[in-house]
């Protein structure tokens, strides 16, 4: 039997998000490596902000930067326009997440956040926009392709999302962060219930 249209289109779209995320690993480069030591150095905390798709994905990689032992959290960029921005202070790090990097609530967000002393990194799809231009680390994290029409933000946030992952786990292992800390602070739901056996199974295995 032949199958469907919609389940031909499903698969085609599945497997170029999948080659979007896996081409993000010969897109790694010195601007992984800088964010790694900019956040270890950190004084402060880290503070992700992103709108739309983009802002979805930066509140999961604040998520899992702090269970991996790096404190972050997640600002609507533009509610810091209207007060919240004075949660970042001296010390701190804004990771901004635009693909086209001229969403104006995120470039206003870091104007202010930089001049009460924060440091900033973009990863954008766009290394020459304007938000690229104002941060101290850029990271060019670009799987358009992967987006249909070159509209709908699909394939790229999942490749982000990717770098992201990389960048909380390179984290975790140059803290010595370890798998009981991790556990100590997931003491809810299934996780939490099976924590000890859990514990067991990931000293069996490395990252």
Known sequence: MTESQQLHDARR????????????????????????????????????????????IARRFAHLLSVCGSPAFFLIAADGLHGTVGAVAHGDLVIAISKGGESHELTAFVELAKERGAKAVALTASPDSSLARMVDVV????????????????????ATAAWGDALAIALMKRRGYSWESVLHSHPAG??????????TAVDQHQL
């Open 13 to 56: 779209l599945i497997v170029a998000e999948a080659a979007a995320v896996a081409a993000i690993a010969d897109q790694l480069d010195a601007s992984f490596d800088e964010t790694v030591e900019l956040i270890l150095s950190l004084p402060g905390k880290v503070v992700v902000i992103g709108s739309g798709t983009s802002g979805a």
């Open 190 to 199: 299934a996780v939490g219930a099976q924590a000890e056996v859990l514990l």
């Open 139 to 158: 990271v060019s994290v670009d799987s358009s392709s992967a987006d249909p029409g070159g509209v709908l933000a699909m394939g790229s946030t999942l």
